[in-house]
């Protein structure tokens, strides 16, 4: 069943990406880090050890999503997470759609260490890709630094994937446009860089607790930004 709530400058659903993402119509900007498709077999104790893969895996989280959801008639530009296993057909559907994209990193200041005849990634993928007149925007003096950040331990907001403040602020310091968009919401980080950037933000979560989550994040952020401006 679908559920909406206003927060401020954020509009928060709870329910299927697929089925109400075409309903809120055109934004200037999809920002959103879909489910991962990787091959989940393995890893044994190693993998035992750390609870973010059983959560992804349990969640679904290992299947992929369906690349229509990135429609360039529904947004202007698109930040997209996802795991190298996905790079060459994301790829491909982005550099279909829109007329420029670039690839760039969150560099992991924590990384897993190399495992299990595989690679324990030390970054994280995200292309962001526009077209006319939404090319990237934002100062980038100091900007090198917000490519640095830790993992969360996925214990904070009982997910496994969350993506870190510094990270999601330098996104919105290159994104350009004020209407934000993020189908996957999960606990609602990019909703929390959104708002702490001034913009108004669409977020779809299905899941009830993540969705929960996101909802006291962005009230938070909320009141950070109206304690600000008092
Ligand atoms: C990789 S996580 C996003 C995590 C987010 N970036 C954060 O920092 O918390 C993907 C999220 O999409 C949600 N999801 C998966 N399929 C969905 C769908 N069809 N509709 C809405 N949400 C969905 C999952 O429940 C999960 O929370």
Redesign the pocket.
């Known amino acids: 069943m679908e559920e909406a709530i206003t927060i401020g400058q954020a509009t928060l659903y709870l329910g299927?990406?697929?089925a109400i993402r075409p309903t809120l119509g055109r934004m200037d900007v999809d920002v959103m880090?879909?489910?991962y498709r990787f091959n989940a077999v393995g890893a044994g104790k190693f993998r035992a050890a750390r609870q973010a893969t059983h959560m992804l895996i349990a969640?679904g989280?290992d299947k992929g999503f369906d690349h229509s959801i990135i429609n360039p008639l529904l947004c202007g530009s698109c930040i997209v997470f996802f795991h190298p296993d996905q790079l060459l057909d994301l790829g491909d559907h982005l550099r279909g759609n829109f007329r420029r994209m670039v690839l760039c990193q969150w560099i992991k200041e924590n990384p897993a260490p190399h495992r299990n005849k595989n690679y324990i990634f030390d970054s994280e993928p995200y292309f962001h890709a526009w077209n006319e007149g939404l090319h990237p925007v934002g100062a980038h003096e100091d900007m090198h630094r917000y490519v640095f950040a830790p993992v969360a331990p996925s214990k904070i907001y009982d997910?496994p994937?969350?993506?870190p403040d510094r990270v999601m602020a330098k996104i919105m310091a290159n994104v350009n446009g004020q209407t934000i968009c993020d189908?996957?919401?999960?606990?609602?980080?990019?909703g929390v860089a959104a708002i702490r950037a001034g913009k108004r933000f669409y977020g779809?979560?299905?899941?009830p607790k993540?969705f929960e989550t996101a909802c006291n994040r962005i009230s938070a952020a909320v009141a950070e930004m109206e304690a600000r401006a008092a």
Not at 204 to 207: A, D, L, S, V
């Open positions: 299927d990406a697929y880090d879909p489910p969640e989280m997910h994937t969350v993506k189908p996957f919401m999960g606990t609602g980080s990019t779809i979560e299905k899941n993540h």
